[in-house]
């Protein structure tokens, strides 16, 4: 079938030509059009019920609210990991589903279970599921900040809130924005307790009259005459006034006004976090993406909506778009990683002229890569498969073998129509070329063939390795493929056009003296290597066994480092500290941070914003630090941002990191961090006791860096005990009462009042004279009796100052508390091993386990499923070359040339990271198939010669058979070594330190490969190949028999 | 009886250092996740936050009511208990009708690098508890308030 793909566009040579052509035009379009992000799709599905329970504490969230919808959700199909956190008033769960999931069915299955777990909950008490994001949905930060102060916090709140927010809503793409900062506006009223008391009046009195304090209602319709007529009660309050003057009772006979007990007026919405930039007060608002959206041309639209926006935004207001912005990595990555594919083509079209020295024949082979280019991006928009740096980084990898398939075919196309020039009576130039493609065609199918399956296991990889190292295969194979087919078609037909049809001279095939000087060399070595092949094969026995044992000494990596140009830095300040204080030593780091050069911008948000899916407290500062571009390395810069902070706030618990690797962290082990420990059992008190074990037992362990107990911890809480003995004999149930005092403490909504669009809600709940004291909330009066006297809460319990949990984490249904840590300067592997060794006498009382997670857990996993697949591949390559040589001496012989590849790699890595990471396991078992290729083309020749040349088994038919071949070998490694220059010189480059790794394998093992082939396989075809030779003869004469 | 009267002496003798002094507000969370109180000489349990500062006791208490009591020097280094006595006693008191009045003692002992013990049952909140220990010849006092 293949031979008459060859005859076909031979034939048809000038219709190949034209479609060649359209399809680069069309080809070339469709890459310009494709999605563009800087990752492929790694999003795990999630979905998040969040809760408000105002009022709540951590424990009776966790017990009330998180544990019914945890058990609710138990069980769904696909689910991986149920995780929750229970802080003050917030419960937020996730259900982590498997990859590949479809999020919206699981939202669906979600939102039914959420339908039975509501009946459990508390009344009043309603889940729901925030909106799908991705992990990178943070796209962008805006803020508004008025730096004259003519806006006050509150106008520019409600600015944000009433206008910026729902115009980028309506935005496609857009999921989310979740405001921090400035005040968001509330009508009040605020009781007294003691003009309360004095009225006469009563929590109860006050919930009744209050609650329907002002309504619209209808009443139907009416008709009158031949017209119909909608009832209205228009009763809603419509301004501070009318809240004022509202009835609320009555004392001695005379009606009693709201303002005679309580001030009313516009205030602000309790807080619980607040935001700044630049170490200024402002409104940050953080733009998350929809998964699906692209973020490069959402953040454009975004972009100019906030322009126009701008335009229109009241005097003094100023709306700060030059944050932190996705979008600059994404470009940065994909633009340099574009540079790389670039650098890599000029690579090789100079190697190729180099060696062939020749402009027509460089031309044919280079075509290869710009139509293998077009072609997968058209099979890219067909799957739907987009830009990123890992579809990006396997073109990379794959442009230097773009051209090989190609090298080989002109190549050999050239010197057959040299030779044919040369006879008496030349063949027809397309036979010619027919069978010179035809002659090399098994070798290059063959060869192709090994490296598309070496690819094939890869994608048996979970997790988030799977997904972020997939694509990077699909583009390999995909361009591979391609460059196949274009060799198959494309080339003959240039060939046939611009070089067979050269005028009939008989000219010699003459080399280059390039060619020439290293043929000369080459001969001389192989005539040394065939008289000593033993010491040769031993040698490189020895060097191969050193390279393997060198292997288990070096360090492990999961993923390597990103450069993400900005900065993720969390502050954990001791629970219990005020908002105020959290806000200003947050504000104070941010003025700090600005005086580092590299630092461009900061944006800050303390506590939790309304509406935010994570439970922080407000001890929690996260700062987005956008970082110049600088000649200074990432670690230095990261160094003095942590030497800033303690200057500032010595006491604070740092976590610095970058936004998307923080966030891929976060995916696999739902923490922050590379080493999570987490510990799990049934009492938070036990599991903070087992946390401060383990800390004291790690702490002094060399490379570990941000060692943190999670801050799980008591914090200040003012506790009223209610006596139920006492609350019995006050004709009171204790439920009654607990409920009375949150509606005075914690206050309610009693309404709303609508102020043109815009909703505000209408609070009643005692003023701060008479709920800020232990004292005064003593004397509140919760009942009157009918001899006058009033029932205080002093006499049914006591009011104290105690302690009680921030926060209650939970994770597969059991309460947990992590011990997080980052590793610095070693590797995390060993690390790990140490951690493990420090903590395996802890003494776990009945009920508690540790597990150990973070990348690591990804990192052990990965390994252990790499080395099956990689024997996987190595048994396929295997199964591929003895299909092919029907010979398992020869399919071995080929296989030499992995280990050959190792001691390049292994000495590759050694001069640089000296880690093995994920990327460099593959890399690996790319370059087995890549390395096969040389042992292939050289075999295959020789078994050409004795079948079609009448050459016989000997040091001269290796030699020739070595010779001939070895400018297409040299050409075809010198192409992808080259082509990863651009990579290899590039560590830490933003987007490509996935693919630096890579390219440090593939080139140190193509080099050690390539040189030490040249000595090996004659060497050993020399030793052992002449049997498997007469019978790979054998069958061929016995097959060409039957042919006739 | 010579028992009897030695524990009623012991007894009376600890409702002289109640509440006057060592107590204080609770402290943040310590390095177990419990709470902190600084430890002085009993001599001077009296003198509420003019005493010296000697060390500082996390107490710990989980949901079985099982207390772990961790002793820290000034910069909150876990100490060594080999010089310390080898038990803890404790005095239990409840708050009633805004009055803290005494309900009990009990014991912690020695575990590793804490003392160990469990806390009576309490029907009421909060409650106060005094230790007393010994570092070498040196008597002390640590008092926690308001638990729950």
Redesign the interface.
Known sequence: MLNSIIKLALKQRLIFLTAAIILLIVGAWQALHLPVDVFPDLNRPIVTVMTEAPGFAPEETEIEISLPIEYALNGLPDLLRLRSSSGPGISIVHAEFDWGTDIYKNRQMVAERLQLAKEKLPPGISPIMTPSSSIMGEIMFIALTSPSGEMSPMELRTLAEWTVRPRLLSISGVSQIVTIGGDLKQFQILVSAEKMQSKGLTVEDLKHSLSEIGLNTSGGFINIGEREYLIRAMGRVESLEHMAESYVGTHLGNPISVKEIAEVRIGSHFKRGNGSINGNPAVVMTIQKQPSAETLSLTRTIEKELKLLSESLPNGVELKTDLFKQSYFIENAIGNVSEALRDGTIMVAIVLMLFLMNWRTTFITLTAIPMSLVLTAIIFHFFGIGVNTMTLGGLAVAIGELVDDAIVDVENVHRRLSENRLLEYPSPVLKVIYEASKEIRNSIVFSTLIIVLVFLPLFALSGLEGRLFSPMGVAYIISILSSLLVSLTVTPVLCYYLIGKKSGEAKVNKEGFFVRFLKKYAQRLIEITLVHPRVILIGVGVISFIAIYAVTFMGRDFLPTFNEGSATIGLQA???ISLFTSNQKGMEVEKALLEIPEVKSTTRRVGRAEMDEHAEGVSWNEIDVDLHKSEKSKEKVFSQIRTKIKEVWPEVYVNLGQPISHRLDHMLSGVRSQIALKIFG????????L???I??KIKDIEGLTDLQ?EP?????QL?I?I?KEEVKKARMSAGTMAKDLEALLNGYSVGQLIEGQQIHNILLRLDEKSRSQPETIENISLKLLPTGDHVKV?ELG?V????GPNMINREGLQRRLVVSANSVGVDLNELVSTIKKAIQETNLPTGYHIEIGGQFEGQERSTRQMIWLGLLSLLLIFLVLFFHFNSAVLASQIMLNIPLALIGSVGAIYLTSRSFSLASLIAFVTLCGIASRNGIMMISHYLHLMMEENETFGKKMIIRGTLERLVPVLMTALTAILALTPLLFAKGEPGKEILHPVAVVIVGGLLTSTLLDLLVTPAIFWLFGEKAAQKAIQKYQRSKTEEF | MKTFFSIILLALSFSLFAHEGGHGDVEDGGKFGGVLSPIVAKSEAGKGNKAKFLYKAELVRSAAGVLSFYIFDNEMKLMDLKDFSPEIAAKLEVKKKGKFSYVGDFKLQKNGNHYKGQLPKIEYKPFNIDFFLSHGKQDLFVGFSNLD
């Open positions: 001791a629970p219990g049934p009492d938070i008190v036990e599991l903070r006791r946390g401060g074990e800390y004291q107990v799980l911890v008591q914090i200040p506790k005990f006596d002093k006591n104290y100052k105690g302690t």
